[in-house]
């Protein structure tokens, strides 16, 4: 028999699929909503294992997740003609190819700024990864073959139900199953103590390029995701404010927990609907609503001291 | 030749005003050791303050127009006081991280509510100073880019003078030696953190009315990029040293401005943190700053 976790992980997958089969029946606007929870999951999960078990800070998420976004709409929408006949006009094929495509490149990306940059520490590297996120942006503006700043258009609506989950299933996963291997546990013991990991011949620098690869890529798959979910992408949509969202995902989840990040991606995901009829109210709502919590529950809002923590 | 000169000119005007915020975020990360992302938007707060005082203080003279710039010092000081005691006071000796977010959360409030407040669309600035065009041979300077450096250097002696030559100054520099130490000879830390920030919003809100004037349209979320530029700034001087982060930001602003005259003009923001990443790999304790040993 399988191990828990692989049989939690299929289960997921097959109601996916399910419930994706009927999604025509659906409300579509529950239908859109409940698209975005998928893909918020997908990103808090895979910036948990920087920011939380490995105890990096990045704040530059967005920008590879555009890195990813871009990539598999550029496969789709430029190369979609040429390529689809090739896998026998079957979107099913295709669509994945892109996306780990755009997940391959976003991983590319992770390496070329975390290798450099991950000798700084703490608020250093905040800002270094948000000087990242934002050349990224600028370069995107700057592309005229990706729409400049007026953005790229005509991405075909390929992200379903299924897609968004079971990307989002397997995300936690694989950052579950990561952590839990003989070699993951050096993702914590980095986050824990640099120097005691180092000094037990752990070699810290590759397990946060590791964390820092791996999160990028799902940041790049997710970014693929919302590309085929709006049909629209735009190189504004990628800034500091959306790696902000994302890191008070991870951060109101109580960093390095998993299950609690997933809520709180579901959570932040879903408050923003009900909040949208306040209008401007919304984001001032929101910024109060950060610096109250920061003050009154740093540690998480699903933490409490009967919840053992399991993995730190 | 001409032409270097006159971007010279330009970029030291724009570079003062750069240097001006970061002595901001510079001074508070001496003290409280963490990024004050809230400063920018205090920069920006102190514009609007700018734009609705100038017609009520009678701009357009020198004098009315020194009203408005200390004004607009005076209510970004005592913003900058106000966000210290509510959001960051209660967070003393909690992790850095913790502050950060919370100070990412106070410059949202401030773009937010300032959209609210001011209207999201930009706003022409009014103008501040009777304005002429001086000409030197080819080189055309405006009375605005010498009333930025006339004000940047006599707020930086004035600054320089402060922590050098002030009881509250040597508290300042006492504290950001050693915090601790600095309570035990009898520093109420508090209060120098306090005016820390009120020094550090001064400068910032000095900085709002002088960008404004050069670039006269104000919107609530100007404050981002410059200030992302001038946080660049005060690492590229080393984050904590005062006159590091004049020199970072000089350096900043002229190196903007030839970038802006050549043909990767669309590429002028990012090469702020393209600069930022090269000094943080080669540099890390900045262009002034002393490399520090990690001890266990």
Redesign the interface.
């Known amino acids: 028999m399988p191990p828990k976790s692989q049989l939690w992980l299929l289960a997921t997958l097959v109601v996916a699929g399910i419930v994706s089969a009927f999604s025509g029946r659906i409300d579509p606007y529950f239908l859109d909503v409940a698209m975005g929870v998928g893909i918020a999951v997908t990103l808090a999960a895979s910036l948990n294992l920087i920011n939380g078990f490995t105890g990096q800070?990045s704040l530059g998420h967005a920008g590879f997740m555009a890195v990813g976004a871009y990539s598999s709409a550029v496969i789709t929408t430029n190369f979609g003609p040429k390529l689809l006949p090739l896998v026998g006009g079957q979107v099913w094929i295709l669509f994945p190819i892109a996306l780990v495509v755009g997940g391959l490149l976003a991983a590319l990306a992770g390496l070329a700024v975390g290798a450099?940059?991950l000798?700084?520490k703490?608020?250093?590297l905040?800002?270094?990864t948000?000087?990242?996120g934002?050349?990224i942006k600028?370069?995107f503006?700057?592309v005229d073959a990706v729409g400049g700043a007026r953005g790229l258009v005509g991405i075909p609506n390929y992200t379903n139900l299924f897609w968004t989950f079971g990307v989002a299933a397997v995300t936690v996963y694989v950052v579950w199953a990561l952590l839990n291997s003989t070699y993951g546990r050096g993702f914590l013991a980095v986050a824990d103590d640099e120097?005691a990991a180092e000094a037990m011949g752990l070699n810290p620098t590759r397990y946060k390029i590791t964390a820092f690869v791996v999160g990028s890529f799902f940041a790049g798959v997710a970014g693929g995701l919302y590309a085929h979910l709006k049909g629209y992408l735009n190189p504004g949509g990628f800034d500091?404010?959306k790696s902000?969202e994302i890191?008070?995902m991870v951060?109101l989840g109580g960093m390095g927990r998993h299950v609690g990040v997933i809520l709180a991606a579901i959570l932040l995901t879903v408050v923003q609907e009900p909040l949208r009829q306040l209008g401007?109210?919304r984001?001032?709502l929101?910024?109060?609503l950060?610096?109250v919590l920061?003050?009154t529950r740093?540690q998480g809002l699903f933490v409490w001291p009967l919840w053992k923590k399991k993995n730190a | 030749m001409t032409e270097l000169l006159q971007q010279l000119i330009n970029g030291l005007s724009l570079g003062a005003i750069y240097a001006l915020i970061a002595l901001g975020y510079t001074m508070v990360y001496g003290v409280l050791r963490f990024i004050n992302f809230a400063h920018s938007d205090v920069f920006m707060i102190g514009s609007y303050v700018g734009f609705y005082l100038a017609p009520k203080l009678g701009a357009g003279s020198v004098l009315g127009g020194l009203a408005v710039l200390f004004s607009a010092m005076a209510a970004c000081a005592l913003l900058g006081v106000i966000i210290e005691k509510l959001a960051y006071k209660p967070l003393r000796n909690r992790s850095t991280l913790t502050v950060l977010i919370t100070a990412i959360g106070v410059s949202l409030l401030l773009q937010n509510g300032g959209q609210k407040l001011f209207g999201p669309n930009p706003r022409a600035f009014p103008k501040l100073f009777p304005e002429t065009q001086l000409h030197f041979g080819e080189l055309t300077v405006s009375s605005n880019q010498l009333i930025v450096l006339a004000v940047s250097i006599f707020l930086l002696v004035m600054l320089w003078w402060i922590v050098h030559r002030t009881r509250i100054g040597t508290a300042m520099r006492a504290l950001s030696f050693n915090a601790t130490a600095a309570s035990l000879v009898g520093i109420n830390n508090d209060a120098v953190i306090s005016f820390t920030f009120a020094l550090g919003s001064a400068l910032a809100g000095a900085g709002g009315i002088l960008y404004a004037m050069n670039y006269p349209s104000i919107d609530p979320l100007m404050g981002t990029l410059p200030g992302l530029k001038a946080f660049v700034a005060a690492v590229l001087g080393g984050i904590g040293n005062l006159p590091g982060a004049a020199l970072g930001g000089l350096l900043i602003g002229l190196v903007e401005t030839f970038i802006s005259g050549t043909r990767a003009s669309t590429f002028r923001d990012a090469i702020a943190f393209a600069i930022l990443i090269l000094i943080l790999l080669f540099r890390p304790a900045g262009l002034l700053g002393k490399m520090r040993v990690e001890k266990v």
Request: proline residues 5%; without cysteine; charged residues 10%.
């Open positions: 800070f450099p940059s000798r700084l703490g608020d250093y905040a800002i270094v948000l000087g990242f934002e050349i600028v370069i503006q700057n120097v500091f404010n902000i890191v008070v951060i401007d109210w984001m001032i929101y910024s109060l950060l610096i920061m003050i740093p």
